[in-house]
C-alpha cells in the first residue's frame, strides 16, 4: 500500500489487523470474514513502524512471546527462537533489552517475532522508515529475500514509491482515503489511472504540461507549440477533454532551441547526478525535469530545446482521470533506455 | 549591554560596604530562621529530650538509651506497633488495587477523565480533621448515616461501628481508603496514561487477551510507578493521627491505637515526654528509611 501521509494507508493496516473497526464493508482473510474478530483471533502478525518491542522483555522473551500466549511448550518455544533468531542473524542478541539495540536491531528483532508465528499473513507499517538510509536500502532487498522464502502474503506499508515498486507483487496507491489504482508495479509505472499515481511514483516525478487540443492540427497545444497526436490518441484526447499532458522525465530529450517540433524553454537548473543530468528546463510557467547524459552543462537561463515524443506522452481530464495512457512500445522508447530496462512486456497502442 | 554596565556600576557601589557577600545570605535569612525554629529546633529538642526521663512532665535526669530499649520491653508498643503494620499493610494494598482499578477504567474513556480526575480529588482536598468528624458522624450508631440508611431502607436497627475492635479497625480502613485512593488514582492514571501505545498494540495482535495484557505488559510497564506510589503512601499511613484522633482515639481498647496516637498519649495523657518521643523517633527512622527507598526507587525510574 503506497501514499502520501495521511491518506489512510495506516488506517487500511490497522483495519487489517483489527485494531480498529472499518465504518462500512468487510475484511476476509481467505475465504474467511474477520470484520468483527478480535486481533488474536485473526492469525495476521504485524510489525509496527515504531516496532513496538516489549520494553520488560529481554529479546528472546519478545520473540517468544506469541508463542507463549499459544501454549507453546517451554522446549519449543526455545527451538522455535533460536530458528528465527539464526534466520535473522540476531542469535547474539537474545539476551539483551530493546533499550540496548539500534533501530536495524530492533527492526530485526520486530520482524523476528512476526516470523516466528508463521501467521498467514505479515502487515508492515512502514518497517523501514525509521531506519537511516543505508540501512535501509539494504534492508529493503533482505525483506524481499525473507518474504519469497517465507512465501507469506505479505501488505506492506509505506510513503517510499521506490519501496513499493521494487518489494511489491501489487501496488495499491492511496491518495486522500481513496484506491487511486491496484496492479503490478510496472503497470503502476507504465499506466497510472490517474494524474495523482502518475506524479507519486517514479523519480524524478512525472512532467504535467497544461494545454489545449487544437483540432485542425490534430495536436496538443503547449505554450504555442503544437504536440502532434495519432488520429486515435487525438479522438480519445478529444472525448476525454483533456488540459493536460503527461511525460515521464527519461522520455524527454534536449535539442537546439530552434529545432522543429521541440518545446522552446530555457534552462532553470542544472544537477549532475553522477552517470547522469538532471536538468529542470522552463517551459511557459511549467518547469519540466529531464535526464540527460552525464557531463551535460548549460548556464542558468540558456535557451534550449525539449524534444517530445508524441507517443511516450500520457493525457489527463480535467478530473486528474488518464484519458490516454503513456504507450509502451519498445520502438517508441529512447533506445539506451529501453536496452537498460530490459522491456518487461510489449503492449499494443492502447487508448482508454 | 546597558543592564550589564548598570550590574558592574552596582558591585562597585555595594563592594565597599561589604553588603556584596552578606546579601544573599540577609535575602535567605528570614526563610533560614524559619526552618530552624519550627524544624530543626523542634528535631534537635525533641532528640535530646528522647534521652531524658520524665516525672510529673518534668526531667528528672538522662537515662541514656533507656527509653529506647523501653521499647523493646513495652507491649503496649507492640501491640501499637502490630496495630500500626496492620493498617498501612491493608489500607495501602486497598488503596492500591482500587486505584490501579480505577484508573484503568478511566484510562480507556478518555472523555471520562476529566471529570473523574475532578471528582476523585474531592477527598485528598478535605483536612484530615474534618474527614475523621465526617466518618464520626457516618459511623455513629444513634444518628449516622450507616444507622439512618439501616432504619429507613430496611427497617433494621441500629448499626454499630465503633463499639467492637475489629469493626473499628475495619472503620479507620474504610475512611483511610476514602480519603487516600484517589492519590494512588492519580499517580497511577498519570503512569498509565505516560505508557507507549504500541505494545499493547502489539501485544492484542500478538494473540493477548486482556488478562494477559494486564499481567504480561501493563504490570511490568507500571512497575517503577507502582513501586512509588507505594512506597509514598505507605510512609504517609506510618504518620496517620488527625483522623484516627478524632474517629476512635485509638479504641476500643487498643484496637485502632496506632504508633502515632500511642506516642501522643505517652507523651502528653501519662507526661512522660522521653519515652513517647523516643517511640516517635524511632517511627520516625523507620518512615526515613523508607523514604531514602522511595527516592532512590524514583530516581531509577527518572534514570530509565
Request: include cysteine; hydrophobic fraction near 50%; charge should be neutral.
Amino acid at each position: 500500500m503506497l501514499g502520501p501521509s495521511g491518506c489512510g494507508k495506516t488506517t487500511a493496516l490497522r483495519i487489517l489487523a483489527g485494531l480498529e473497526l472499518p465504518d462500512a464493508g468487510r475484511v476476509l482473510l481467505g475465504d474467511r470474514d474477520v470484520t468483527r474478530l478480535q486481533p488474536r483471533d485473526r492469525d495476521v502478525a504485524m510489525v509496527f513502524q515504531s516496532y513496538a518491542l516489549y520494553p520488560h522483555m529481554t529479546v528472546a522473551e519478545n520473540i517468544a512471546y506469541p508463542l507463549d500466549l499459544r501454549h507453546v511448550e517451554k522446549t519449543e518455544r526455545k527451538r522455535a527462537v533460536q530458528e528465527v533468531a539464526e534466520l535473522l542473524e540476531i542469535g547474539h542478541l537474545l539476551d539483551r533489552r530493546p533499550k540496548q539495540l539500534s533501530g536495524g536491531q530492533r527492526q530485526r528483532i520486530a520482524l523476528a517475532r512476526a516470523i516466528v508465528r508463521d501467521p498467514q499473513a505479515f502487515l508492515m507499517d512502514e518497517p523501514l522508515s525509521n531506519l537511516d538510509a543505508k540501512l535501509r536500502a539494504s534492508m529493503r532487498g533482505e525483506l524481499k529475500r525473507l518474504q519469497k522464502r517465507l512465501g507469506a502474503t505479505t501488505i506492506y506499508v509505506t510513503h517510499d514509491q521506490a519501496e513499493a515498486t521494487t518489494m511489491a507483487d501489487l501496488v495499491a496507491v492511496l491518495h486522500d482515503g481513496v484506491l487511486e489504482q491496484l496492479g503490478p508495479p510496472l503497470e503502476i509505472y507504465d499506466r497510472p489511472a490517474t494524474r495523482f499515481v502518475a506524479t507519486f511514483v517514479g523519480s524524478p516525478p512525472l512532467n504535467v504540461l497544461p494545454g489545449i487540443l487544437d483540432a485542425e492540427r490534430r495536436a496538443f497545444v503547449v505554450t504555442g507549440t503544437p504536440v502532434p497526436l495519432a488520429e486515435t490518441v487525438f479522438e480519445a484526447c478529444r472525448q476525454h477533454r483533456v488540459t493536460e499532458l503527461g511525460v515521464r522525465p527519461e522520455d524527454l530529450a534536449i535539442c537546439g532551441p530552434g529545432e522543429a517540433a521541440a518545446l522552446p524553454g530555457e534552462v532553470y537548473v542544472v544537477e549532475p547526478l553522477g552517470n547522469e543530468t538532471l536538468v529542470q528546463v522552463r517551459i511557459g510557467d511549467s518547469v519540466v525535469a529531464l535526464l540527460v547524459g552525464r557531463g551535460w552543462d548549460a548556464p542558468i537561463g540558456a535557451p534550449v530545446g525539449v524534444a517530445l515524443e508524441p507517443s511516450t506522452a500520457c493525457f489527463f481530464d480535467p478530473d486528474g482521470r488518464s484519458a490516454v495512457h503513456r504507450i509502451d512500445r519498445p520502438e517508441a522508447r529512447r533506445p539506451d533506455r529501453a536496452a537498460a530496462r530490459g522491456e518487461p512486456q510489449t503492449r499494443e497502442r492502447s487508448v482508454l | 549591554m546597558a543592564t550589564a554596565a548598570a550590574y558592574v556600576a552596582r558591585r562597585r557601589r555595594t563592594q565597599g560596604a561589604g553588603l556584596d557577600r552578606v546579601l544573599p545570605y540577609l535575602l535567605l535569612a528570614p526563610t533560614l530562621l524559619l526552618v530552624l525554629a519550627v524544624v530543626v529546633y523542634p528535631i534537635v529538642y525533641g532528640v535530646r529530650q528522647s534521652f531524658l526521663n520524665f516525672r510529673f512532665g518534668h526531667a528528672v535526669g538522662s537515662v541514656g538509651f533507656d527509653n529506647y530499649r523501653q521499647l523493646f520491653h513495652d507491649p503496649a508498643f507492640g501491640q501499637a506497633l502490630w496495630v500500626t503494620l496492620k493498617f498501612v499493610a491493608l489500607a495501602v494494598t486497598v488503596e492500591t488495587v482500587l486505584g490501579l482499578g480505577l484508573a484503568l477504567l478511566v484510562a480507556g474513556a478518555l472523555p471520562f477523565t476529566r471529570v473523574a480526575r475532578l471528582v476523585l480529588v474531592v477527598p485528598m482536598i478535605v483536612t484530615p480533621i474534618v474527614v475523621g468528624i465526617v466518618f464520626r458522624l457516618i459511623y455513629a450508631s444513634d444518628v449516622g448515616l450507616l444507622t439512618t440508611l439501616r432504619k429507613d431502607i430496611f427497617g433494621g436497627g441500629p448499626v454499630f461501628i465503633l463499639d467492637k475492635g475489629w469493626s473499628a479497625f475495619l472503620g479507620l480502613v474504610a475512611l483511610d481508603v476514602w480519603e487516600w485512593t484517589p492519590l494512588m488514582f492519580l499517580i497511577l492514571l498519570a503512569g498509565i496514561q505516560s505508557l507507549p501505545v504500541e505494545p499493547f498494540e502489539a501485544a492484542r495482535v500478538d494473540g493477548a487477551g486482556g488478562w494477559r495484557i494486564f499481567v504480561d505488559q501493563t504490570l511490568p510497564m507500571l512497575r517503577s510507578v507502582l513501586a512509588v506510589a507505594i512506597a509514598l503512601r505507605t510512609i504517609d499511613a506510618f504518620t496517620t493521627f488527625d483522623q484516627v484522633f478524632v474517629l476512635t482515639k485509638g479504641g476500643p481498647g487498643t484496637s485502632t491505637q496506632l504508633i502515632s496516637i500511642y506516642g501522643y498519649n505517652t507523651s502528653f495523657k501519662f507526661a512522660e515526654f522521653g519515652y513517647g518521643t523516643a517511640m516517635l523517633l524511632a517511627v520516625a527512622l523507620v518512615v526515613l528509611a523508607l523514604a531514602a527507598l522511595a527516592v532512590r526507587l524514583i530516581r531509577r525510574e527518572a534514570r530509565q
